[in-house]
């Protein structure tokens, strides 16, 4: 297998599902949500790809949330966002902070799920600040199973 021949697939099945669903319009503006995993970053070279090949002339924004993990760095997103010409905003969310004020409350819950809460939260937030109904998120069958398990 050549890389070639995995970048012609890829973008074929996603051309394919983009036209099938009509998941979006010309001209449409789209929140791209980067954790910085391969599937987020393949997900926005996508749909890069597809808006200047097809001339869709979609408006992308590339976000990635920054959730004040210690030793986390920002710096390889910037990298990665100036070096390819993305429109971007990096958001700050304060997880522990929050998940310490529930539960000095009393209310119990999960790490797990207050972190994806406050991710989404922030996300929804910043697409109805810039007026975005689409937000891409990247998933794939692993990231479903590891979910559930």
Sequence with gaps: MTGGWLKKTSFNLFKKAIEKYCLLDDGEKVL??????????VLTH???SYNL???EKWNILTVHIDQGFPKWSTKRFVRFFDSNQFNYLISNIDVLGNFLQITKAGERISKCFLCSRERRKRLFEIAAKEGINKIALAHHLEDINETFF
């Design 46 to 48: 996508l749909l890069n």
């Design 32 to 41: 791209i949500s980067v954790s910085g995993g391969i599937d987020s970053l």
């Design 53 to 55: 090949r097809r001339n």
